[in-house]
């Protein structure tokens, strides 16, 4: 397969040929060990109360790069790079939408210690366009040509589809 003319998911499976539909990515032990090393990080940051939502952010950020990236190849630093970002945006987003609903059920959230702060709600919109901005630009990166309109659409307006219908409420 060329890589000028297959679908993301290529890169995200074991062999060198285009996966058939339905098939699942292999992950190496290495990026087992990443994930759980991730995962592990991420619990005792919550389990710390960290309100640095960057520090909090990184561990899933690291953990959607191992995702991106199962073997090494050409591609593999800016893979690594898209699945940061993307998961740094992904853990971000979802704190946000759920801060709400965290305060009221005393639950864990980086951004909690920032309750009532002015412009709370902008200030979290502009570190999500920056972190998803980082994101996007590993992206174009990346020689894509099959569904490339899809999937820009997605990253480009898909992903505020959530805080979209937040905004309206």
Same mark, same amino acid.
């Given at each position: 397969?060329d890589?000028?003319?297959?679908?993301?998911?290529?890169?995200?499976?074991?062999?060198?040929?285009?996966?058939?539909?339905?098939?699942?990515?292999?992950?190496?032990?290495?990026?087992?060990?990443?994930?759980?090393? !991730?995962?592990?990080e #991420? =619990?005792?940051? +919550? &389990?710390?109360? /960290?309100?640095?939502?960057?520090?909090?952010?990184?561990?899933?950020?690291?953990?959607?790069?191992?995702?991106?990236?199962?073997?090494?190849?050409?591609?593999?630093?800016?893979?690594?790079?898209?699945?940061?970002?993307?998961?740094?945006?992904?853990?971000m987003?979802? !704190?946000?939408?759920? #801060? =709400?609903?965290? +305060? &009221?059920?005393? /639950?864990?959230?980086?951004?909690?210690?920032?309750?009532?702060?002015?412009?709370?709600?902008?200030?979290?919109?502009?570190?999500?366009?920056?972190?998803?901005?980082?994101?996007?630009?590993?992206?174009?990166?990346?020689?894509?040509?099959?569904?490339?309109?899809?999937?820009?659409?997605i990253?480009y307006?898909?992903?505020?589809?959530?805080?979209e219908?937040?905004?309206?409420?």
């Amino acid at each position: 397969a060329d890589y000028f003319d297959v679908p993301l998911t290529y890169f995200l499976t074991e062999t060198t040929e285009v996966p058939a539909k339905g098939k699942t990515p292999k992950l190496t032990s290495k990026n087992e060990r990443d994930i759980e090393k !991730a995962l592990k990080e #991420l =619990a005792e940051l +919550e &389990k710390e109360n /960290c309100q640095d939502i960057d520090a909090a952010a990184r561990p899933f950020g690291s953990l959607m790069a191992e995702l991106f990236v199962w073997k090494e190849d050409a591609f593999q630093e800016i893979l690594r790079a898209f699945g940061f970002y993307l998961g740094k945006f992904i853990y971000m987003m979802d !704190a946000f939408m759920d #801060l =709400a609903d965290d +305060e &009221k059920k005393g /639950c864990y959230n980086p951004f909690m210690n920032r309750i009532g702060e002015e412009d709370l709600e902008e200030t979290i919109r502009e570190m999500l366009d920056g972190t998803l901005r980082m994101a996007i630009a590993e992206f174009e990166k990346l020689p894509l040509e099959q569904d490339l309109p899809i999937l820009r659409n997605i990253l480009y307006e898909g992903v505020w589809v959530t805080d979209e219908k937040k905004r309206r409420k």
